[in-house]
């Protein structure tokens, strides 16, 4: 057995006849429908890097942003490529191409511990924000360690809403209800400039923002989240997170589906900062706003 895990009590959720999904924002969100949960447990955040670093101290895991590619698995790959890195995002320059391809870039050296890599004046990760570079086997091996498992995307979307059926965002209706914002997203000026900071880490702690009706932190904004769910469908291209085929390290495995939204989520540009967005990330891709928390079935 492994050490006590230094995380907060999950939170009991209780399940039920649950609907899901939207046909108000982007496409690979609908149609709505209704699901039946069990009830399970949940993570009231996601993991931290201070409950990563226990798991990696008490197994010495190596994610696979610390493992360079190996060519056999990626036909193509560019020699530059084949390094231990991650996709890293860096703002653009103003006056330059607007698009993703302009604001991230695979860097070498870029994980868990170091988010940004190596070229910034403090690269290393903070306590209380979430770990990110974590790729689907790397949140399943964490899961595996704390007895635990990775939610279902319908077990995600429940949990996000926080009892308020139907509502557009987990809070309500209201995007900024008294002007206020209610997670961890780019509220203005992306991907040039931030409102609130001038450059990374662009994460928050995971308790910053207000708990949601089930006490759950943090499961809309701030990093997106895996979810055990395959991915099915298309999904829109109008994202922070769409890369053109063949960018970066082009993925030939599975995917699935991310929930949640990021802090790179902007009303100007990716508004899936709601219960009902999702996201398809290839399950060998990792990045500076991906991450994750953990369930538990009863």
Same mark, same amino acid.
């Given at each position: 057995?492994?050490?006590?895990?230094?995380?907060?009590?999950?939170?009991?959720?209780?399940? &039920?006849?649950?609907?899901?999904?939207?046909?108000?924002? $982007?496409?690979?969100?609908?149609? *709505?429908? !209704?699901h039946? *949960?069990?009830?399970?447990?949940? @993570?009231?955040?996601?993991v931290?890097n201070?409950?990563?670093?226990?798991? +990696? #101290?008490?197994?010495?895991?190596?994610?696979?942003a610390?493992?360079?590619?190996?060519?056999?698995?990626?036909?193509?790959?560019?020699?530059?490529?084949?390094?231990? &890195?991650?996709? +890293?995002?860096?703002a653009?320059?103003?006056?330059?191409?607007? &698009?993703?391809?302009?604001?991230?870039? $695979?860097?070498?050296?870029?994980n868990?511990?170091?988010?940004?890599?190596?070229?910034?004046?403090?690269?290393?990760?903070?306590?209380?924000?979430? *770990? *990110?570079?974590?790729?689907?086997? @790397?949140?399943?091996?964490?899961?595996?360690w #704390?007895?635990?498992?990775?939610?279902?995307?319908?077990?995600?979307?429940? #949990?996000?809403?926080g009892?308020?059926?139907? #509502?557009?965002?987990?809070?309500?209706?209201?995007?900024l209800?008294?002007?206020?914002?209610?997670?961890?997203?780019?509220?203005?000026?992306?991907p040039?400039?931030?409102p609130?900071?001038?450059?990374?880490?662009?994460? !928050?702690?995971?308790?910053?923002?207000?708990?949601?009706?089930?006490?759950?932190?943090?499961?809309?904004?701030?990093?997106?989240?895996?979810?055990?769910?395959?991915a099915?469908?298309?999904?829109?291209?109008?994202?922070?997170?769409?890369?053109?085929?063949?960018?970066?390290t082009?993925?030939?495995?599975?995917?699935? +589906?991310?929930?949640? &939204?990021?802090?790179?989520?902007?009303?100007?540009y990716?508004?899936?900062?709601?219960?009902?967005?999702?996201?398809?990330?290839?399950? @060998? !891709?990792?990045?500076?706003?991906?991450?994750?928390?953990?369930?538990?079935?009863?």
């Open positions: 057995m492994h050490p006590a895990i230094p995380s907060p009590a999950m939170i009991l959720l209780p399940g &039920g006849s649950v609907t899901i999904g939207s046909t108000d924002f $982007y496409p690979e969100e609908a149609p *709505v429908r !209704t039946e *949960v069990a009830p399970f447990l949940l @993570d009231p955040t996601p931290t201070a409950q990563f670093a226990a798991f +990696v #101290a008490d197994t010495g895991y190596v994610t696979l610390e493992t360079a590619p190996d060519p056999a698995d990626y036909p193509g790959i560019l020699p530059e490529m084949i390094v231990a &890195g991650s996709i +890293v995002f860096t653009p320059a103003k006056g330059g191409p607007v &698009g993703p391809e302009s604001w991230w870039c $695979y860097v070498a050296g870029a868990w511990r170091q988010p940004y890599g190596t070229g910034i004046d403090d690269p290393s990760p903070l306590p209380d924000h979430p *770990v *990110v570079h974590i790729a689907y086997g @790397d949140a399943l091996a964490y899961a595996r #704390a007895d635990k498992r990775l939610p279902t995307e319908v077990e995600a979307e429940f #949990a996000s809403r009892g308020l059926a139907n #509502a557009a965002y987990a809070w309500g209706d209201e995007f209800p008294g002007g206020e914002a209610q997670a961890n997203i780019w509220l203005e000026g992306f040039f400039t931030h609130d900071r001038n450059g990374p880490p662009y994460t !928050t702690p995971v308790t910053r923002y207000r708990p949601n009706g089930y006490g759950l932190f943090d499961l809309i904004g701030n990093v997106w989240e895996w979810t055990s769910s395959d099915s469908g298309p999904v829109g291209n109008n994202s922070c997170c769409h890369l053109k085929s063949g960018e970066f082009p993925s030939p495995h599975l995917h699935k +589906v991310l929930k949640g &939204g990021s802090h790179l989520c902007a009303p100007n990716c508004q899936r900062y709601r219960p009902a967005a999702r996201w398809f990330q290839p399950v @060998d !891709t990792s990045t500076t706003h991906v991450g994750f928390r953990c369930a538990r079935s009863i």
